[in-house]
């Protein structure tokens, strides 16, 4: 059981209204025959379903609440160059894991937040970079969380509770991008970046009980500020 949607066209979640259609009748007449309601995202009702939604070609843009109840796991994902895969609605299973992989880059806007209970959080940007907005957040009760870009990431709130965040840029930086919450809560954070990893001016700012990182570049401003 689950739901699992692959497009081959760039590919919006979102609402769909109510579907009317004409009925004839004996007498050659019609009425409107039409669903009940509209819906919205896509939801699993029957406990450890799991939800796959992939566009093959082309952008992904995620505009209403996907959601795993149980064990279900979450899989978002564009399989194209060019199609950046953007979360504006929560993203969430009760215990599953969540994957969000993208070939181009990955947004998540305020409202895009991705939750789940003692599961893993995988999200990677193969052909560009990940921006959390100010206000996003990623948080698991004691699962692992693990964002990677090919480019930059830019941080909005990362909380693993008691477990492990591991955050890679592979040829840009690692930087703040929020104040709503902290950027990293964990027990152990990995950082690595081409380039930086924060500013002299903006730090990262990290709640965690042990650090390790590295910068491999070496560049005008470089450095590791937490």
């Known amino acids: 059981n689950g739901v699992y949607l692959t497009n081959a066209i760039a590919m919006a979640g979102d609402s769909v209204g109510q579907v009317a259609a004409n009925r004839v009748q004996i007498t050659g007449g019609t009425l409107t025959e039409q669903d009940a309601a509209a819906l919205s995202g896509a939801t699993t009702i029957v406990a450890n379903g799991s939800i796959a939604i992939s566009a093959s070609t082309g952008a992904l843009t995620v505009n209403q609440v996907v959601t795993a109840f149980g064990t279900g796991n979450i899989l978002l994902s564009t399989l194209g160059t060019g199609g950046d895969l953007t979360l504006n609605a929560v993203v969430s299973s009760t215990s599953g894991s969540i994957s969000v992989l993208s070939f181009a880059g990955i947004s998540q806007t305020a409202a895009g937040d991705i939750t789940t209970g003692a599961a893993t959080v995988d999200v990677e940007a193969m052909g560009g970079s990940i921006t959390m907005a100010n206000g996003a957040l990623t948080q698991t009760a004691a699962g692992n969380i693990r964002y990677k870009a090919s480019g930059s990431v830019a941080v909005g709130g990362l909380n693993a509770t008691t477990a492990y965040v591991s955050i890679t840029a592979t ?56």
């Open 171 to 226: 040829t840009g930086a690692i930087t703040d991008n929020g104040d709503t919450d902290k950027d990293v809560r964990a027990a152990r954070l990995m950082m690595s970046a081409a380039t930086a990893v924060g500013t002299a001016t903006n730090h990262l700012d990290v709640d965690v009980t042990l650090l390790a990182g590295r910068v491999v570049g070496n560049v005008a401003g470089s450095g590791f500020f937490v």
